[in-house]
């Protein structure tokens, strides 16, 4: 089961600057616009923990 367009839609970074999250449905992430983080979707439910998200540089 993939995720609701619809909820892609309004899913915003939890940060302070609530920036828009791009979805990566082949990674099964969603990553901040602003600040780069990046969150995991695990059993198609988004974890937006900021204690649990990595930051771009922990990818390679």
Partial sequence: MA???????????????????????????????EC???FEIRDDIPILLLDEARKPAEEA
């Fill in 36 to 38: 780069g983080r990046i």
């Fill in 3 to 33: 995720l609701d367009p619809q909820l892609l839609d309004i899913l915003a970074c939890p940060d302070t600057h609530h920036a828009p999250l791009t979805h990566d449905a082949e990674a099964q992430t969603l990553t901040c616009t």
